[in-house]
T-cell receptor, first 115, second 111 residues
Framework: NAGVMQNPRHLVRRRGQEARLRCSPMKGHSHVYWYRQLPEEGLKFMVYLQKENIIDESGMPKERFSAEFPKEGPSILRIQQVVRGDSAAYFCASSPTSGTGDGYTFGSGTRLTVV | GQQVMQIPQYQHVQEGEDFTTYCNSSTTLSNIQWYKQRPGGHPVFLIQ?????EVKKQKRLTFQFGEAKKNSSLHITATQTTDVGTYFC???????????FGTGTQLKVEL
């Protein structure tokens, strides 16, 4: 009964390249959330998705960032033309229900370093 | 938008001392959740409180939800080195569909 799986664990990109982060939710969880955490800071909401739908992307920058959760396969967070300020830990979480349901189960995160 | 603040930001204690972190929201919360993140790790769900004035205990941890459902606290009795980490509160506002996390309290426990 695997938990939330994120890969890669560490990702190094040069400025201007694309970063693609993957997240497979827990079995039976259809709600996926992406959060960003800068060093020594809290978790900032980015986007909430269900299968094939973006429910809330209010925390995601309008440019360069996109997210999807296709019918088949993992959720993908894509960052185009990365800049140094994109360096952070990106956590994916999943839950079986939305709103006031159960607690979120987080993956181990992807640590993105832009050089 | 909704803001969730925690104090203190950092806390150093000697092993065996007690520890408390306070969480305050700018808006009324439908529920409050608490998470623990070990250094270099990911957030792990601890507990959820739903009712006004609710108190829950998990061994040495006591969680409270304020009467007005705008604040919460986590108290650890007789801290141990295994308690080291950052504790986050997180809440939904009415009708909200995502968790807003607090700023976190980083706990360090020294022998």
């Amino acid at each position: 009964n695997a938990g939330v799986m994120q890969n890669p664990r560490h990702l190094v990109r040069r400025r201007g390249q694309e970063a693609r982060l993957r997240c497979s939710p827990m079995k039976g969880h259809s709600h996926v959330y992406w959060y960003r955490q800068l060093p020594e800071e809290g978790l900032k909401f980015m986007v909430y998705l269900q299968k094939e739908n973006i429910i809330d992307e209010s925390g995601m920058p309008k440019e360069r960032f996109s997210a999807e959760f296709p019918k088949e396969g993992p959720s993908i967070l894509r960052i185009q033309q990365v800049v140094r300020g994109d360096s952070a830990a990106y956590f994916c979480a999943s839950s079986p229900t939305s709103g006031t349901g159960d607690g979120y189960t987080f993956g181990s995160g992807t640590r993105l370093t832009v050089v | 938008g909704q803001q969730v603040m925690q104090i203190p930001q950092y806390q150093h204690v000697q092993e065996g001392e007690d520890f408390t972190t306070y969480c305050n929201s700018s808006t009324t919360l439908s529920n409050i959740q608490w998470y623990k993140q070990r250094p270099g790790g990911h957030p792990v769900f601890l507990i959820q409180l739903v009712k006004s004035g609710e108190v829950k205990k998990q061994k040495r941890l006591t969680f409270q939800f304020g009467e007005a459902k705008k604040n919460s606290s986590l108290h650890i009795t007789a801290t141990q080195t295994t308690d080291v980490g950052t504790y986050f509160c997180a809440g939904f506002t009415g009708g909200g569909n995502k968790l807003t996390f607090g700023t976190g309290t980083q706990l360090k426990v020294e022998l």
